[in-house]
Protein backbone atom coordinates (compact mmCIF):
# COMPACT_ATOMS: atom_id res chain seq x y z
CA UNK A 1 0.00 0.00 0.00
CA UNK A 2 2.99 2.40 1.24
CA UNK A 3 4.81 1.51 -2.05
CA UNK A 4 1.53 2.14 -4.33
CA UNK A 5 0.75 5.48 -2.50
CA UNK A 6 5.11 6.46 -3.37
CA UNK A 7 4.60 5.31 -6.73
CA UNK A 8 1.37 7.89 -7.29
CA UNK A 9 3.43 10.47 -5.72
CA UNK A 10 6.36 10.20 -7.92
CA UNK A 11 3.91 9.77 -10.76
CA UNK A 12 2.48 13.18 -9.65
CA UNK A 13 5.83 15.11 -9.95
CA UNK A 14 6.64 13.49 -13.34
CA UNK A 15 2.81 14.32 -14.51
CA UNK A 16 3.45 17.91 -12.66
CA UNK A 17 6.79 18.37 -14.68
CA UNK A 18 5.50 17.16 -17.67
CA UNK A 19 2.51 19.62 -17.76
CA UNK A 20 4.40 22.78 -16.99
CA UNK A 21 6.73 22.10 -19.87
CA UNK A 22 4.28 21.72 -22.03
CA UNK A 23 2.68 25.09 -20.92
CA UNK A 24 6.26 26.37 -21.49
CA UNK A 25 5.58 25.45 -25.02
CA UNK A 26 2.11 26.56 -25.61
CA UNK A 27 2.46 29.20 -23.90
CA UNK A 28 5.80 30.55 -25.94
CA UNK A 29 4.41 29.74 -29.02
CA UNK A 30 1.03 31.86 -28.14
CA UNK A 31 3.54 34.71 -27.06
CA UNK A 32 5.40 34.91 -30.42
CA UNK A 33 1.63 35.03 -32.60
CA UNK A 34 1.08 38.61 -31.64
CA UNK A 35 4.43 40.40 -32.22
CA UNK A 36 4.51 37.85 -35.02
CA UNK A 37 1.85 40.06 -36.72
CA UNK A 38 2.84 43.14 -34.83
CA UNK A 39 6.81 43.14 -35.92
CA UNK A 40 5.21 42.57 -40.12
CA UNK A 41 2.69 45.17 -40.14
CA UNK A 42 5.49 47.72 -38.60
CA UNK A 43 8.15 46.48 -41.14
CA UNK A 44 5.63 46.15 -43.78
CA UNK A 45 4.40 49.65 -43.70
CA UNK A 46 8.02 51.14 -43.26
CA UNK A 47 9.09 49.38 -46.52
CA UNK A 48 6.18 50.78 -48.20
CA UNK A 49 7.16 54.28 -46.48
CA UNK A 50 10.54 54.00 -47.83
CA UNK A 51 8.84 53.24 -51.12
CA UNK A 52 7.14 56.18 -51.60
CA UNK A 53 9.97 58.36 -50.67
CA UNK A 54 13.37 57.73 -50.58
CA UNK A 55 15.22 60.28 -49.31
CA UNK A 56 13.15 59.40 -45.63
CA UNK A 57 14.38 56.35 -45.55
CA UNK A 58 17.05 57.02 -42.89
CA UNK A 59 14.09 58.28 -40.66
CA UNK A 60 11.81 55.64 -41.11
CA UNK A 61 14.51 52.99 -40.16
CA UNK A 62 15.31 54.34 -36.85
CA UNK A 63 11.85 54.68 -36.22
CA UNK A 64 10.65 50.77 -37.64
CA UNK A 65 13.74 49.64 -35.06
CA UNK A 66 12.34 51.50 -32.22
CA UNK A 67 8.83 49.86 -33.45
CA UNK A 68 10.53 46.84 -33.37
CA UNK A 69 12.09 46.47 -30.22
CA UNK A 70 8.75 47.97 -28.28
CA UNK A 71 6.68 45.17 -30.46
CA UNK A 72 9.37 42.05 -29.78
CA UNK A 73 9.84 43.01 -26.27
CA UNK A 74 6.13 40.74 -25.95
CA UNK A 75 7.78 37.74 -27.23
CA UNK A 76 10.95 38.38 -25.71
CA UNK A 77 9.00 38.38 -22.64
CA UNK A 78 7.40 34.97 -23.24
CA UNK A 79 10.79 33.66 -23.81
CA UNK A 80 12.01 34.31 -20.67
CA UNK A 81 8.75 32.53 -19.11
CA UNK A 82 9.49 29.71 -21.08
CA UNK A 83 12.78 30.03 -19.98
CA UNK A 84 11.51 30.24 -16.35
CA UNK A 85 9.14 27.49 -16.51
CA UNK A 86 11.22 24.98 -18.08
CA UNK A 87 14.45 25.54 -15.95
CA UNK A 88 13.55 27.58 -13.34
CA UNK B 1 36.36 23.21 -14.50
CA UNK B 2 39.26 22.43 -17.18
CA UNK B 3 40.70 24.91 -19.55
CA UNK B 4 38.71 23.07 -22.17
CA UNK B 5 35.81 24.18 -20.78
CA UNK B 6 36.52 27.78 -19.99
CA UNK B 7 37.77 28.07 -23.78
CA UNK B 8 34.02 26.49 -24.76
CA UNK B 9 36.05 23.22 -26.53
CA UNK B 10 33.24 21.13 -24.55
CA UNK B 11 29.23 21.72 -23.71
CA UNK B 12 28.51 22.95 -20.26
CA UNK B 13 25.59 21.07 -18.85
CA UNK B 14 22.11 22.92 -18.81
CA UNK B 15 22.08 23.68 -15.42
CA UNK B 16 24.43 26.16 -16.46
CA UNK B 17 22.07 28.45 -18.14
CA UNK B 18 20.65 29.86 -15.05
CA UNK B 19 24.26 28.55 -12.43
CA UNK B 20 27.40 28.94 -14.41
CA UNK B 21 30.24 27.84 -12.05
CA UNK B 22 32.70 30.17 -9.46
CA UNK B 23 35.91 30.37 -10.73
CA UNK B 24 37.81 32.08 -7.24
CA UNK B 25 36.44 33.89 -4.29
CA UNK B 26 33.70 30.93 -4.11
CA UNK B 27 30.59 31.46 -2.03
CA UNK B 28 31.09 35.03 -1.87
CA UNK B 29 29.02 37.53 -3.25
CA UNK B 30 31.88 39.04 -4.88
CA UNK B 31 32.68 35.38 -6.92
CA UNK B 32 34.12 35.36 -10.07
CA UNK B 33 33.24 33.60 -12.80
CA UNK B 34 33.55 33.62 -16.58
CA UNK B 35 30.83 35.94 -17.55
CA UNK B 36 32.44 38.65 -14.73
CA UNK B 37 35.62 37.82 -16.47
CA UNK B 38 34.33 38.55 -19.83
CA UNK B 39 32.69 41.42 -18.83
CA UNK B 40 36.19 42.98 -17.66
CA UNK B 41 37.47 42.19 -20.91
CA UNK B 42 35.44 43.73 -22.62
CA UNK B 43 35.25 46.76 -20.18
CA UNK B 44 39.42 46.92 -20.79
CA UNK B 45 38.40 46.84 -24.81
CA UNK B 46 36.41 49.74 -24.30
CA UNK B 47 38.86 51.60 -22.38
CA UNK B 48 41.94 50.90 -24.56
CA UNK B 49 39.95 51.48 -27.88
CA UNK B 50 39.05 54.93 -26.98
CA UNK B 51 42.43 56.01 -25.21
CA UNK B 52 44.74 54.74 -28.24
CA UNK B 53 42.24 56.56 -30.77
CA UNK B 54 41.97 58.88 -28.71
CA UNK B 55 46.02 59.69 -28.56
CA UNK B 56 46.03 58.62 -32.46
CA UNK B 57 43.42 61.60 -33.15
CA UNK B 58 45.43 64.35 -31.07
CA UNK B 59 48.45 63.55 -32.86
CA UNK B 60 49.53 65.15 -36.16
CA UNK B 61 49.06 62.09 -37.67
CA UNK B 62 45.17 61.80 -36.60
CA UNK B 63 44.79 64.42 -39.48
CA UNK B 64 44.31 60.70 -41.81
CA UNK B 65 42.64 58.77 -39.76
CA UNK B 66 43.70 55.34 -39.51
CA UNK B 67 43.19 51.67 -37.89
CA UNK B 68 41.55 52.06 -34.58
CA UNK B 69 40.81 55.53 -34.62
CA UNK B 70 38.73 54.74 -38.06
CA UNK B 71 36.40 52.29 -35.66
CA UNK B 72 35.88 54.83 -32.93
CA UNK B 73 35.30 57.76 -35.51
CA UNK B 74 33.03 55.30 -37.21
CA UNK B 75 31.41 54.44 -34.16
CA UNK B 76 31.28 58.34 -32.30
CA UNK B 77 29.30 59.58 -35.93
CA UNK B 78 27.13 56.30 -35.98
CA UNK B 79 25.93 57.35 -32.22
CA UNK B 80 26.28 61.11 -32.97
CA UNK B 81 23.68 60.69 -36.36
CA UNK B 82 21.72 57.89 -36.42
CA UNK B 83 20.73 57.70 -32.48
CA UNK B 84 21.11 61.27 -31.17
CA UNK B 85 20.80 63.69 -33.77
CA UNK B 86 17.22 61.48 -34.45
CA UNK B 87 15.95 61.48 -30.81
CA UNK B 88 17.27 63.77 -29.29
CA UNK B 89 18.43 66.96 -31.50
CA UNK B 90 20.92 69.23 -31.27
CA UNK B 91 20.32 69.92 -27.22
CA UNK B 92 21.73 66.42 -26.76
CA UNK B 93 24.89 66.39 -28.06
CA UNK B 94 26.44 66.39 -24.70
CA UNK B 95 25.06 63.03 -24.24
CA UNK B 96 27.76 61.56 -26.87
CA UNK B 97 30.48 60.65 -24.84
CA UNK B 98 28.16 58.40 -22.45
CA UNK B 99 25.96 56.92 -25.34
CA UNK B 100 29.08 56.15 -27.19
CA UNK B 101 30.58 54.25 -24.78
CA UNK B 102 27.21 52.61 -23.76
CA UNK B 103 27.38 51.32 -27.43
CA UNK B 104 30.50 49.82 -27.77
CA UNK B 105 30.34 48.18 -23.97
CA UNK B 106 27.16 46.36 -25.02
CA UNK B 107 28.51 45.37 -28.69
CA UNK B 108 31.52 43.78 -27.04
CA UNK B 109 29.75 42.39 -24.36
CA UNK B 110 27.90 40.69 -27.43
CA UNK B 111 30.10 40.40 -29.48
CA UNK B 112 31.89 37.31 -28.03
CA UNK B 113 29.07 35.30 -28.65
CA UNK B 114 30.57 34.72 -32.63
CA UNK B 115 34.51 34.75 -31.14
CA UNK B 116 35.93 31.27 -30.85
CA UNK B 117 37.17 30.18 -27.67
CA UNK B 118 35.04 32.84 -26.27
CA UNK B 119 31.32 31.81 -27.56
CA UNK B 120 29.42 33.67 -24.91
CA UNK B 121 27.35 36.92 -25.00
CA UNK B 122 28.18 38.41 -21.67
CA UNK B 123 24.40 39.68 -21.90
CA UNK B 124 22.93 36.58 -21.84
CA UNK B 125 23.00 36.85 -17.82
CA UNK B 126 20.24 39.11 -15.83
CA UNK B 127 22.55 40.98 -14.63
CA UNK B 128 24.35 42.81 -16.92
CA UNK B 129 21.37 44.37 -18.96
CA UNK B 130 19.71 44.87 -15.64
CA UNK B 131 22.79 46.99 -14.12
CA UNK B 132 22.28 49.02 -17.02
CA UNK B 133 18.83 49.51 -17.27
CA UNK B 134 18.72 50.40 -13.18
CA UNK B 135 21.93 52.99 -14.50
CA UNK B 136 19.62 54.19 -17.23
CA UNK B 137 16.80 53.92 -15.58
CA UNK B 138 18.23 56.90 -12.31
CA UNK B 139 19.82 58.84 -15.95
CA UNK B 140 16.49 59.42 -17.26
CA UNK B 141 14.99 60.49 -13.73
CA UNK B 142 17.25 62.57 -12.81
CA UNK B 143 17.84 64.51 -15.87
CA UNK B 144 13.70 65.08 -15.95
CA UNK B 145 13.63 66.34 -12.58
CA UNK B 146 16.72 68.37 -13.24
CA UNK B 147 15.53 70.36 -15.89
CA UNK B 148 11.77 70.30 -15.60
CA UNK B 149 11.62 70.31 -11.90
CA UNK B 150 9.91 67.42 -9.50
CA UNK B 151 6.39 68.94 -10.16
CA UNK B 152 6.73 69.38 -13.82
CA UNK B 153 8.50 66.46 -14.35
CA UNK B 154 5.65 64.01 -12.84
CA UNK B 155 3.02 66.27 -14.50
CA UNK B 156 4.77 65.39 -17.82
CA UNK B 157 4.64 62.24 -17.01
CA UNK B 158 0.74 61.67 -15.77
CA UNK B 159 -0.68 63.99 -17.88
CA UNK B 160 0.50 63.67 -21.40
CA UNK B 161 -0.73 66.92 -23.65
CA UNK B 162 -4.14 65.96 -25.57
CA UNK B 163 -5.98 63.39 -23.30
CA UNK B 164 -9.62 63.78 -22.90
CA UNK B 165 -10.68 64.58 -19.15
CA UNK B 166 -12.60 61.67 -18.17
CA UNK B 167 -9.56 59.63 -19.28
CA UNK B 168 -6.80 61.15 -17.17
CA UNK B 169 -6.82 58.91 -14.48
CA UNK B 170 -6.43 55.30 -16.18
CA UNK B 171 -4.17 57.05 -18.52
CA UNK B 172 -1.94 58.64 -15.28
CA UNK B 173 -2.09 55.02 -13.79
CA UNK B 174 -0.81 53.34 -16.88
CA UNK B 175 1.78 56.44 -17.56
CA UNK B 176 3.29 55.55 -14.35
CA UNK B 177 3.62 51.95 -14.34
CA UNK B 178 4.82 52.13 -18.02
CA UNK B 179 7.72 55.29 -17.11
CA UNK B 180 9.09 53.72 -13.16
CA UNK B 181 8.61 49.93 -13.70
CA UNK B 182 7.86 48.84 -17.50
CA UNK B 183 10.59 51.06 -19.26
CA UNK B 184 13.77 49.62 -17.10
CA UNK B 185 12.24 46.00 -17.12
CA UNK B 186 11.72 45.92 -20.86
CA UNK B 187 15.12 47.61 -21.59
CA UNK B 188 16.87 44.80 -19.35
CA UNK B 189 14.39 41.86 -20.95
CA UNK B 190 14.90 42.79 -24.54
CA UNK B 191 18.77 42.65 -24.22
CA UNK B 192 19.37 39.91 -22.04
CA UNK B 193 16.17 37.48 -24.12
CA UNK B 194 17.93 38.56 -27.75
CA UNK B 195 21.36 37.27 -26.64
CA UNK B 196 20.31 34.32 -24.85
CA UNK B 197 18.34 33.23 -27.49
CA UNK B 198 20.68 33.73 -29.67
CA UNK B 199 22.97 31.76 -27.97
CA UNK B 200 20.75 28.63 -27.09
CA UNK B 201 20.27 28.74 -31.01
CA UNK B 202 23.83 28.21 -31.69
CA UNK B 203 24.27 25.78 -29.06
CA UNK B 204 21.49 23.66 -30.65
CA UNK B 205 23.13 23.44 -33.87
CA UNK B 206 26.36 23.43 -32.60
CA UNK B 207 25.22 20.54 -30.21
CA UNK B 208 23.68 18.29 -33.18
CA UNK B 209 26.67 19.15 -35.49
CA UNK B 210 28.91 17.43 -32.78
CA UNK B 211 26.42 14.79 -32.55
CA UNK B 212 25.96 13.82 -36.14
CA UNK B 213 30.05 14.10 -36.26
CA UNK B 214 30.56 10.21 -36.77
CA UNK B 215 31.42 7.16 -38.44
CA UNK B 216 27.86 6.18 -39.36
CA UNK B 217 25.03 7.09 -41.81
CA UNK B 218 23.82 10.05 -40.51
CA UNK B 219 26.74 12.14 -40.84
CA UNK B 220 25.15 12.18 -44.68
CA UNK B 221 22.62 14.97 -42.88
CA UNK B 222 25.96 16.70 -40.82
CA UNK B 223 25.99 19.52 -43.68
CA UNK B 224 22.25 20.11 -42.93
CA UNK B 225 22.86 21.46 -39.19
CA UNK B 226 26.47 23.01 -40.02
CA UNK B 227 25.33 25.25 -42.80
CA UNK B 228 22.55 26.68 -40.44
CA UNK B 229 25.12 27.14 -37.55
CA UNK B 230 26.99 28.92 -40.44
CA UNK B 231 24.24 31.13 -41.33
CA UNK B 232 23.09 31.78 -37.59
CA UNK B 233 26.42 32.71 -36.93
CA UNK B 234 25.91 35.69 -39.36
CA UNK B 235 23.07 36.04 -38.28
CA UNK B 236 24.04 36.29 -34.67
CA UNK B 237 26.73 39.07 -35.45
CA UNK B 238 23.59 41.34 -36.74
CA UNK B 239 21.87 40.72 -33.89
CA UNK B 240 25.17 41.98 -31.79
CA UNK B 241 25.05 45.31 -33.31
CA UNK B 242 21.26 45.56 -33.55
CA UNK B 243 20.63 44.97 -29.86
CA UNK B 244 23.77 47.76 -29.01
CA UNK B 245 22.21 49.92 -31.72
CA UNK B 246 18.19 49.47 -29.95
CA UNK B 247 19.94 49.62 -26.54
CA UNK B 248 21.34 52.84 -27.12
CA UNK B 249 18.66 54.72 -29.18
CA UNK B 250 15.68 53.71 -26.29
CA UNK B 251 18.06 55.71 -23.68
CA UNK B 252 18.71 58.45 -26.06
CA UNK B 253 14.78 58.84 -26.55
CA UNK B 254 14.27 58.29 -23.09
CA UNK B 255 16.52 60.98 -21.91
CA UNK B 256 14.98 63.28 -24.77
CA UNK B 257 11.45 63.15 -23.41
CA UNK B 258 12.87 63.69 -19.95
CA UNK B 259 14.62 66.52 -20.90
CA UNK B 260 12.09 68.16 -23.59
CA UNK B 261 8.26 67.64 -22.36
CA UNK B 262 5.59 67.09 -25.20
CA UNK B 263 3.07 70.27 -25.78
Redesign the interface.
Known amino acids: MLYLLAQAAEGAAETAKGLSSIGAGIGYGAAAIGPGIGIGIVVGNAITAMARQPESA ?2 VR ?1 TM ?2 GI ?2 T ?2 LA ?2 G ?2 VF ?1 LLK ?2 | MSVAFLAALEFPSIKHLVDWEDLALKGTPLAINKVVLLMWLAAIIVFVLFIVAGKRARSEAGLVPAGVQNIVEFGIDFVRNDIILQTMGPQGLGWTSFLSTMFFFIFFCNIFEVIPLIQFPVNARMAVPFVLAIFVWVIYNTVGIKSQGLGGYMKSILFPPGVPKFLRPLVAFIEIISTILVRPFSLAVRLFANMLAGHLLLVTFGVLSAALFTKTVLAVILPLPFAMLILLTGFEILVAVLQAFIFTILTAVYIGGAMNPEH
Open positions: GMTFLAFEALIFVIFA
